[in-house]
């Protein structure tokens, strides 16, 4: 009889531990929410940093479409994803969406690895993507930009002053990595990308002798700057999954992501 007893305390125990096994296998099946954000290559890299955190705990599945501020805004409006990413203050003639600043974020100007230049003035740089004039005392003669739907241009131009467009012997590309690209072994170019973005194949110089640094853009002395934003639409509210990831990357529990991707916190 005690054999018997034992042995259905042994089948019990057998029978929970199944119960266990098949509610969490039931849980890992279970659908995962979908979230969608589209916009800025400039932002894209701290999105997929801030995803990747956030889809560890939670069960949903975030695809980040990256284009430009412009496509993204436009995704927003209509209604094509849960919100969007702009490298740029959003304009007045953009209706119906509004934005919340995630983080600060420099805009670097750089060069090949190789070329020997340290230092260019900003009145120069004006010059030279306005007007093809080659940067003195530089072998710079020519300059790499963004589209117009670009975020990071549409910041450049306008902390330039830049109003009439750029000049023939500027190439205009779609995305931050087509830019690193293009400079990559160029000692006669120089270009603009995201802080963020900045890695070994080319190199950030100074502007009026100021370094482009976190410590710089944090107390605005280097003077290329600008907010990357998060894009909502005013009229649909976003589903519960993607309120809760931008619950989580406006949170300060984000922040140790945003500062470890090469970014200004702003919280």
Do not use: W
């Not at 019990?12 to 266990?20: E, I, P, Y």
């Not at 954000?37 to 975030?62: C, D, F, Q, W």
């Not at 209509?78 to 007045?92: P, V």
């Amino acid at each position: 009889m005690k054999n018997l007893k034992h042995l259905e305390k042994i089948a019990a125990g057998v029978l929970c531990m199944a119960a266990a096994c098949a509610s969490a296998s039931a849980f890992g099946r279970a659908k995962k929410e979908r979230i969608t954000v589209s916009g800025s290559s400039s932002v894209t890299p701290v999105m997929e940093k801030l995803a990747a955190e956030y889809e560890k705990t939670h069960n949903v599945r975030i695809t980040i479409h990256m284009s430009s501020s412009g496509a993204g805004i436009s995704d927003v409006q209509n209604g094509l994803n849960d919100f969007g990413m702009s490298s740029r203050e959003l304009k007045e003639s953009e209706a119906g969406v509004f934005g919340s600043v995630l983080c600060m974020d420099g805009i670097a100007l750089v060069v090949g690895s190789g070329c020997p230049v340290t230092d260019v003035k900003k009145d120069d740089v004006k010059r030279l993507f306005e007007a093809g004039t080659a940067i003195p005392g530089t072998p710079i003669t020519a300059g790499v930009g963004r589209d117009a739907s670009s975020g990071t241009r549409t910041a450049f131009d306008e902390l330039l002053g830049i109003k009439d467009g750029y000049a023939a012997s500027v190439a205009t590309l779609a995305e931050t990595g087509n830019v690193i690209e293009a400079l990559q072994g160029s000692a006669n170019s120089i270009g603009y990308i995201s802080y963020g973005s900045l890695h070994g194949s080319v190199k950030a110089v100074r502007l009026d002798g100021i370094e482009c640094t976190a410590e710089t853009i944090t107390d605005r002395t280097y003077t290329l700057q600008r907010p990357f934003i998060i894009v909502q639409n005013k009229q649909k509210p976003m589903s519960k999954a993607a309120q809760g990831f931008f619950d989580y990357i406006m949170s300060g529990e984000a922040q140790a992501v945003i500062a470890g991707a090469g970014y200004i916190t702003v919280r």
